[in-house]
C-alpha cells in the first residue's frame, strides 16, 4: 500500500536518496526545500523512476519561524494525514535559535 512521505531536505544527498528510493517502491513522496530550482532538478529526478506523476514540491526555509508555520500549514491543507515524516533537513546558522 503506497504511503503519502514527507522528507525535508530532499533536494540532494540522503534526503534526495531516500526519495529515489521511495519513489521508485510506489510511495507518494513530498519533497521539501529551501531553492526552488533544486527542488525542481529533485522532481525530475524522482519522475525518471516513479510512476507517480503528482511528486510535490514544498520550498521553505526552516530557520525561519514563519516559514515552519506556513510550510506546516501548506501541508495540513493539501494532506489529511501523513504516513511518514523523515526530517533530513539541516539548520546551520540559526541566528536565533529557538527550541
Do not use: C
Not at 526552516?62 to 533530513?88: G, P, Q, R
Amino acid at each position: 500500500m503506497p504511503k503519502t512521505i514527507l522528507i525535508t531536505g530532499s533536494t540532494d544527498g540522503i534526503g534526495l536518496e531516500t526519495a529515489k528510493m521511495l519513489a521508485s517502491l510506489g510511495h507518494h513522496v513530498l519533497l521539501h526545500g529551501r531553492n526552488l530550482a533544486k527542488l525542481k532538478a529533485a522532481k525530475n529526478k524522482l519522475s525518471a523512476v516513479s510512476s507517480d506523476q503528482d511528486i510535490e514540491m514544498y520550498v521553505a526555509d526552516l530557520s525561519l519561524m514563519h516559514n515552519v508555520e506556513d510550510f506546516a500549514n501548506t501541508i495540513a491543507e493539501n494532506h489529511s494525514k501523513l504516513d511518514v515524516l523523515i526530517n533530513n533537513a539541516g539548520v546551520y546558522n540559526a541566528s536565533d535559535p529557538i527550541t
